[in-house]
């Protein structure tokens, strides 16, 4: 019912500001331009336990980023290298879960996990428990454009990405002595995944391009401390990351269990479609989708996710309108930016 009001709110608006002033051939609507998202995170960031540094180090990290999507956008390049371009920067910076600077598993190492859709098609790629490749969102890009299979995992991905032409390094490559101590903390208090500093730092971006093109990706080390090759949310087709042309582009981070079960970003997406569908006399038109459509399509997921027990986050971009985010935690590591103007970053909920 909510849903049924909202859209036909959005509706509302639409029909107000498209109606013409005079009989006249109607113009066509004007291409909505392109729209770009990012996060690092979601989890405790509170004001009071980061030092301005530390806040202005990361924001310095997702305006790069942000910036790097931008580029490839503002020059007319496709969503997918603006979520690529995005995303291997994030890996390659410790300060973020995800490439260099995961998080251990309970037997000390660095397993890596990443996913990108193409909303053109939905055409995906994932990868799944990889140790030796260095950016994980291009082996799962390497299996999009491959086409044959979705998912890859462990050796045979490893195996896939010697095959492609990929940047491979050693496993140590991967750590760093911050991570470490997360994981000596989580076994010397018998602590569960979720304790130990609740920070998530999976890294993710969404596009739409000039074209009206839809992609999303994600890459995460995990959760510390994780075992028995236990695999998360984000290189979960329809649960870390979904596009559809048709819908939207979501990417997520949070409790990785919660979020599959939820199956998040295909939950808002299907909602997203529904909102965008109109029936008047037997005949479906698609109508324009408002920011606040999107928003409260996307608070009505993370508030599930949140009454299942489950804590994190989204970023969303639609077909229309600036990207969305929301989360149920004090903060989420955060950026996005649009044709129109708009570039901003920022960590904490209340921003
Ligand atoms: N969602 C990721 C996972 O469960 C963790 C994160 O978002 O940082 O693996």
Not at 93 to 120: H, Y
Not at 154 to 166: I, N, P, R, S, Y
Not at 184 to 193: R, V
Request: proline residues 4%; negative net charge; contains cysteine.
């Amino acid at each position: 019912m909510l849903l049924r009001l909202l859209a036909a709110a959005g509706l509302a608006i639409a029909m107000t500001t498209a109606a013409p002033a005079q009989d006249a051939a109607p113009a066509a609507a004007p291409a909505p331009g392109w729209s770009f998202a990012i996060h690092g995170g979601a989890g405790t960031l509170e004001r009071s336990r980061m030092t301005p540094e530390q806040q202005a180090d990361y924001r310095t990290a997702l305006q790069a980023a942000l910036d790097a999507g931008r580029a490839v956008l503002a020059g007319g390049g496709s969503a997918v290298d603006a979520v690529t371009a995005a995303i291997t920067r994030l890996e390659d910076d410790p300060k973020f879960n995800a490439g260099k600077g995961a998080v251990f598993t309970w037997d000390g190492i660095n397993e890596l996990d990443a996913s990108i859709m193409d909303g053109n098609g939905r055409r995906a790629g994932a990868v799944a428990g990889v140790h030796t490749v260095r950016n994980p969102i291009l082996l799962a890009k390497a299996v999009m454009d491959d086409g044959r299979h979705v998912m890859l995992s462990g050796k045979g991905a490893e195996q896939f990405a010697g095959e492609h032409d990929l940047a491979i390094v050693a496993p140590a490559y991967f750590a760093t002595d911050h991570r470490r101590r997360q994981l000596e903390e989580l076994k010397a208090k018998n602590l569960s995944a979720l304790d130990v500093e609740f920070k998530f730092g999976t890294v993710g971006a969404v596009a739409r391009d000039a074209d009206g093109h839809l992609a999303a990706g994600t890459s995460t080390g995990g959760m510390t401390g994780k075992r028995w090759g236990r695999i998360g949310d984000s290189p979960v087709i329809g649960a870390g990351t979904y596009a559809d042309d048709a819908a939207c582009a979501v990417s997520a981070t949070g409790s990785g269990e919660f979020f599959i079960r939820a199956a998040v970003a295909h939950t808002i997406c299907e909602r997203v479609r529904a909102a965008r569908k109109l029936t008047v006399d037997g005949k479906t038109e698609t109508v324009p989708l408002t920011t606040e459509v999107l928003q409260g399509i996307v608070d009505g997921v993370i508030a599930e996710v949140g009454e299942m027990g489950g804590d994190g986050g989204v970023i969303v971009a639609g077909p229309d309108g600036k990207p969305v985010f929301s989360m149920n935690t004090p903060g989420m590591y955060r950026g996005r930016a649009t044709s129109d103007g708009l570039s901003e970053v920022a960590i904490f909920a209340d921003e």
